[in-house]
């Protein structure tokens, strides 16, 4: 019988490449103008190749891949606080409830 501290690290690691995988899929993938759900659920299925996937999909017009690149620029981050979707900050532009 396998102890569980014997296979702990090893799946601790795994875990979090998992983990890791599935938000740089859903991240890319939202940056190609998909959205994150179809990202997201490559990521958790296929693991690493899910993001490796979303690469080589080709990004639509307008989307943030084709605006700014690969990676995004340091200006928009600044401009946006930290956002990538240009949203600004201001609370006008959020809806009322």
């Known amino acids: 019988m396998v ?18 995988s599935a938000f740089a899929a859903s991240w890319v993938s939202e ?14 299925l296929l693991s690493l190749v899910g993001a490796l996937i979303w690469l080589l999909i080709p990004a639509r017009e ?20 930290g956002r990538d979707r240009g949203g ?3 609370d006008a532009s959020r809806p009322s409830r």
């Open 62 to 81: 307008g989307s943030l891949w084709k605006r700014e690149g690969m990676l995004p620029r340091a200006a928009s981050l600044r401009r946006s606080g």
């Open 3 to 20: 102890l569980a501290t014997e296979i702990g690290a090893p799946a601790l690691y795994l875990f979090v490449l998992w983990l890791a």
């Open 31 to 44: 940056r190609k103008g998909y959205g994150t759900r179809p990202g997201l659920a490559a990521g958790l």
């Open 88 to 90: 600004g900050g201001d």
